[in-house]
C-alpha cells in the first residue's frame, strides 16, 4: 500500500512540474523572495498568435508638404506649404505569426491637408495661395516585432493612387479663381512602435512618407508623424 502512495505521490508531483512548466511558458514570471519564501509576481506575455485575424487601425497628426517644382496648376513653379494635418483609417489583416513577427496585408485611406502659402513663377513671388488635399488610397505589407510582451515595432510598405485637389486663391479675395484634381500612381512607407494595452488595443505612434508621381513632373512628397490607435475586431 505504501509503494502505491509513494508512486501517486510521485506521479502528482511529476504533473504538477510539468503544469507550472506549462504555466512558465505561457506567462513568463519574475520571482523575488520574501520572508525566505519565494513570491512570484507574473508578468504580462504576448501570444502573438491571438494576432491573426482582422484588425481596424486609425491615425492622426501633423502633414508636412515637402517644397516641390512643378506645372500642373498652370504655370511652372516652386511651392511651399505650412504644417498641415493628416487623418487615415487601415483595416488590416493579419495572416502570418511566429514568437518574433507577425505579417498582415492592409489597405489604407484618409485625407491629408496643407495650405501651400508661398508659391513663385520664374523666381518672383505670386499673391496666390492654394488649398492642396490628397485622398491616398493604398494596399501594402505590414511587418510588426515582438522584441517583448508590451513594444511592438513595426514596418511597412504600401502602393496604390493618391488624389490630389489644389484650389487656387489670391489673398485678399473670397472665393476659388480655379482647382486642379489627378489621380496619380503613389508609393508610401512607414515605421514606428505600438504599446500593447490589452489582447486587442494597440496604442502607438509612427511616421509616413507617401511619394506621389504627377505626370511629367518631379515626385511630391508627403511627410507625417502620427497617433495611432489598432483595435483586433
Do not use: C
Not at 504580462?44 to 492622426?60: E, I, M, P, R, T
Amino acid at each position: 500500500m505504501k509503494k502505491q502512495y509513494a508512486k501517486l505521490f510521485g506521479a502528482g508531483v511529476l504533473g504538477t512540474f510539468v503544469v507550472l512548466a506549462g504555466a512558465n511558458s505561457q506567462a513568463q514570471a519574475q520571482t523575488q523572495t520574501q520572508y525566505g519564501a519565494p513570491v512570484y509576481y507574473p508578468t504580462y506575455y504576448n501570444d502573438s498568435s491571438s494576432d491573426l485575424g482582422w484588425h481596424f487601425g486609425a491615425d492622426l497628426g501633423p502633414s508636412i508638404l515637402q517644397d516641390f517644382n512643378s506645372s500642373r496648376f498652370g504655370f511652372p513653379g516652386h511651392f511651399s506649404a505650412r504644417v498641415g494635418e493628416r487623418f487615415s483609417v487601415s483595416p488590416e489583416f493579419d495572416f502570418f505569426t511566429t514568437s518574433q513577427v507577425t505579417l498582415g496585408a492592409n489597405f489604407e485611406t484618409g485625407e491629408i491637408y496643407n495650405d501651400i502659402n508661398r508659391v513663385q513663377e520664374d523666381g518672383q513671388s505670386t499673391s496666390l495661395r492654394i488649398h492642396y488635399y490628397q485622398v491616398p488610397v493604398l494596399a501594402g505589407l505590414t511587418l510588426k516585432f515582438h522584441p517583448d510582451s508590451f513594444v511592438v515595432p513595426y514596418i511597412g510598405v504600401s502602393g496604390g493612387g493618391d488624389y490630389s485637389l489644389g484650389r487656387i486663391h489670391e489673398d485678399g479675395l473670397f472665393g476659388t479663381i480655379s482647382s486642379d484634381d489627378q489621380i496619380n500612381p503613389a508609393v508610401e512607407a512607414t515605421a514606428g512602435v505600438r504599446f500593447r494595452l490589452n489582447s486587442f488595443i494597440d496604442f502607438g505612434f509612427g511616421y509616413k512618407y507617401l511619394a506621389a508621381f504627377p505626370s511629367g513632373n518631379a515626385a511630391i512628397a508627403t511627410h507625417a508623424v502620427l497617433a495611432s490607435l489598432n483595435v483586433k475586431l
